[in-house]
């Protein structure tokens, strides 16, 4: 949806780990592929783990500078735009 090509870097913002996009859903790290919310969940450092132990994944990988949550949101809200 946000238009990352395959093979581009994100950054996992707690932590600075550098992931690649591996597919539309998933990232590839350390030789495994993964989808956001469980990579938060397996990586997120314990201080900052939730007790449901649920991830919006979105929201803690940034691409080029900006959440992907962000990016998203603008995304959507260029779309509605164009549909009014």
């Known amino acids: 949806?946000?238009?990352i090509a395959i093979?581009?870097?994100l950054t996992f913002i707690p932590?600075?780990?550098k992931?690649?996009?591996?597919?539309?859903?998933?990232?590839e790290y350390d030789g495994r592929?993964?989808?956001l919310s469980p990579f938060v969940g397996t990586f997120l450092p314990e201080n900052q783990q939730n007790e449901?132990?649920?991830?919006?994944?979105?929201?803690?990988?940034?691409?080029?500078g900006k959440v992907l949550a962000d990016l998203r949101e603008?995304?959507?809200?260029?779309?509605?735009?164009?549909?009014?």
């Open 74 to 84: 603008e995304m959507e809200s260029k779309i509605g735009a164009k549909g009014e």
């Open 52 to 64: 449901s132990g649920a991830y919006q994944g979105a929201k803690y990988f940034s691409y080029k």
């Open 15 to 17: 932590t600075g780990l």
């Open 33 to 35: 592929i993964y989808k």
């Open 7 to 9: 093979g581009e870097e």
């Open 1 to 3: 949806m946000l238009n």
């Open 19 to 27: 992931v690649t996009v591996a597919a539309d859903n998933a990232i």
